[in-house]
């Protein structure tokens, strides 16, 4: 007959499910693994009767843990709530209700499903902020490296591109004010935080912004998979600012005639165009290397 105390293998099944369930919640932050709803079926009727809020236009709703722990870490954020379940509180390891300078309110994920929608995969939190303050071109930060978009529309693939411009140090993201996306939750969630560590600038007329860059002794190289170049070989200078175009038309013609010069990313694969924020993240790693053999 066995001596073991049965108590002792619940223990020990208890704290191996709890290392476990910790390592997938870290991946799932990276956005390394889906996060999948808290333990509920997703459903169709409850996508089909949600209506959106009305926000107003000083109103941004953001959610998930890795997104709304930067937020409220960003002391340039005007915080207004936290609606937050009780173990996603624990989660965001911020300290003591009480000890905030903003209110902080208990729900349930249904609760927060009402607002955000059912298909919004917000982890038990939501965070009721102002938006960030408007950023100029003189907002620009003392850095060799700058990433401007033109035109690209999904607020996913900004928030993609804006992550990896801040892993390789990019000192801002430049976006046009039209046909781009503005600060909402579904782009601070697709960023995993980026969102509060770049400027993202949005300016009305992008060739003029280009001819502004170029004064500040950024060379400007517009991605084109046909480019008469490798990206490699077109780097001069240390200062390099990258222009991708949006998802299927690419860089306008305007574009297209104000940047220094047009390059392409070598592919040896029979696929010879990226999403775009694919073909960020290949091009500032390229870019960084320039910068790293030149300083």
Do not use: C
């Amino acid at each position: 007959m066995s001596t073991k105390d049965p108590k002792d293998k619940t223990a020990r099944d208890t704290h191996y499910a709890t290392l476990r369930r910790n390592v997938r919640d870290t991946k799932r932050e990276r956005g390394e693994i889906p996060t999948p709803q808290q333990g509920r079926v997703k459903s169709n009727k409850g996508a089909k009767d949600w209506t959106p809020p009305q926000l107003q236009p000083e109103q941004v709703l953001l959610y998930g843990l890795h997104t709304v722990r930067a937020a409220i870490q960003n002391p340039e954020r005007k915080l207004i709530k936290l609606s937050v379940t009780q173990n996603a509180f624990m989660r965001l390891e911020i300290g003591e209700s009480s000890e905030l300078s903003f209110p902080v309110e208990f729900v349930s994920p249904q609760d927060i499903d009402k607002v955000l929608g059912p298909e919004a995969i917000h982890q038990g939190v939501m965070l009721e902020t102002r938006p960030l303050p408007v950023r100029r071109l003189e907002a620009l930060k003392e850095s060799p490296l700058l990433l401007v978009l033109d035109q690209v529309t999904d607020p996913h693939n900004v928030g993609a591109v804006m992550r990896s411009a801040v892993a390789f140090g990019a000192g801002a993201l430049i976006t046009t004010q039209r046909h781009s996306p503005t600060e909402s939750g579904v782009l601070a969630k697709s960023a995993s935080g980026a969102l509060e560590l770049i400027p993202y600038i949005q300016i009305t007329n992008l060739a003029d912004a280009l001819e502004s860059i170029h004064k500040l002794g950024f060379q400007t190289i517009g991605l084109d998979s046909e480019g008469p170049a490798p990206l490699e070989g077109t780097f001069s200078g240390e200062r390099i600012a990258l222009v991708l175009g949006s998802e299927g038309k690419g860089l306008r013609q305007k574009t297209r005639e104000t940047v220094n010069a047009l390059a392409r990313l070598d592919m040896p694969g029979e696929i010879k165009s990226l999403n775009v924020s694919n073909a960020a993240a290949i091009a500032l790693y390229a870019t960084r290397q320039h910068l790293l053999k030149i300083s």
